[in-house]
């Protein structure tokens, strides 16, 4: 099957709705990926012929779910190549997954005076978890810093480590710059050190199947909207030996092996870490939409995305009134931008107007807009179903916005 957007978007029923009067272009694809009818079919699916709680009855609705939702985690285990589904967590979102972490380790590995490395262009999911523990723990935040590309100095990052460093918490793919972080180089260096590793796919993930084992990390988060599936699902992928370790998060059902009423004892990995009914259908939802990701055309699927991130950068670069944040030539498919001297919410008011969706404002990254210089940009995302066509109406809705604004 080689990759046809043609055939893409027609399995996309919301890209044929109109916004405005105007058809839709939407590119805010890093703040939420819409959904094939796969996934929109499979939802409906479950809910209609095959739904009841998981892990819990005997009957046969009960035990048909639970092949489905186990079935679901077998799947996100080979879209990370993961080494078991042992490995797999599933979590509420991105957000969550962080908070996972950052809580169980800051129950006996992360202490007073121990240093977590945090990148400058990490979103706020994978910073607040992490300043709790500085808050509640005495833990002391190291940030390495990145230049206008988004590009990291291993051999900075590499003189940042000292023996109380315990955790290295960095993105694979910028929300902002959209440049790919060299994670593999970054884990090696961690271990040298004694440390763990999270990297938060949250971006990278949409863009075909990821290897934690070659990444070499201890823990890989991502989510389930902005991989083609449903809202309210997340995953936390973490290393066996890891796992093991660790505490549970939350108490409640799944997560217990014995409750009497003066001790409790807790369930392996990952039921340790799933307390109470987990996202039943949205964790089904999203293996389904994992598997229409991995039948695609995923070399095709990349370089359209790549060609449209050229063309866009291109054409908006010509245009003379706006200004670029980060131009790595490896970049994800994500732009950020601003028209100068016109602030964002204008433009992308604007650009609605025009059918154009577009996001603007900080994106959840606060400490690299203060290191950018500014409070806000526009920004704009492409997925699998974006055209050239789109880019260009991207670039005339700035131009109009230019001409009115400025
Ligand atoms: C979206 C995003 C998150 C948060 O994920 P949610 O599922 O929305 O909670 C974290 N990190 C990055 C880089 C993101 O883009």
């Known amino acids: 099957m080689t990759f046809n957007v043609a055939d893409i978007r027609a399995q996309f029923p ?11 272009v939407y590119l805010d694809n890093a703040a939420s990926v819409q959904k094939p009818q796969a996934v929109i079919d499979q939802l409906t699916a479950s809910m209609t012929g095959q739904y009841a709680n998981v892990h819990r009855g005997l009957h046969t609705l009960s035990n048909e779910t639970t092949g489905a939702f186990e079935e679901a985690r077998s799947t996100v285990a080979q879209f990370l190549n993961a080494a078991s589904m042992d490995e797999i967590i ?6 969550d997954a962080v908070n996972l972490v950052a809580n169980v380790l800051g129950q006996e590995e992360i202490g007073e005076g121990d240093e977590i490395i945090l990148s400058v262009m990490e979103h706020h999911s994978n910073i607040v978890p992490w300043h709790f523990l500085r808050e509640r723990k005495g833990a002391v935040l190291k940030w390495l810093d990145v230049d206008a590309d988004g590009n990291v100095d291993l051999d900075a990052y590499e003189a940042m480590f000292t023996e109380r460093t315990k955790m290295v918490a960095v993105t694979h793919q910028s929300n902002v710059f959209g440049t790919v972080t060299p994670v593999k180089e970054m884990a090696r260096i961690a271990h040298e050190h004694g440390a763990m590793i999270l990297s938060d796919g949250c971006q990278k993930a949409v863009h075909g199947p990821v290897d934690v084992q070659d990444l070499g990390v201890d823990f890989y988060v991502f989510t389930g909207h902005k991989t083609y599936g449903p809202s309210g699902i997340g995953v936390l992928y973490g290393k066996k030996s890891v796992l093991d ?29 799933e307390a109470g009914t987990p996202p039943i259908l949205e964790a089904i939802a999203l293996g389904t939409a994992l598997r229409w990701m991995m039948a695609q055309d995923l070399d095709g699927l990349v370089a359209h995305e790549r060609a449209l991130t050229d063309h ?20 994800g498919p ?41 409070s806000a940009t526009a920004r704009a995302s492409f997925a699998a179903y974006n055209t050239h066509e789109e880019i260009d109406a991207l670039v005339e809705a700035c131009r109009k916005a230019h001409d009115l604004l400025s």
């Open 14 to 24: 919301i890209l044929s709705r109109e916004v405005h009067g105007k058809p839709l």
């Open 90 to 95: 599933f979590t509420m979102g991105g957000t």
């Open 245 to 273: 370790r660790l505490p549970p998060y939350r108490g409640g059902g799944e997560m217990i092996d014995i409750v009497e009423q003066d001790r409790v004892t807790y369930n392996e990995p990952p039921h340790r870490f």
């Open 312 to 331: 866009a950068m291109e054409a908006l670069r010509a245009t003379n009134f706006i200004e670029l944040y980060g131009a790595h030539p490896d970049k």
């Open 334 to 374: 994500v732009i950020a931008f601003n028209l100068k001297g016109i602030h964002p919410h204008d433009v992308s008011t604007i650009l609605d107007r025009q059918g154009v969706a577009v996001r603007a404002g900080h994106h959840c990254c606060q400490p690299l807009m203060k290191k950018l210089g500014t």
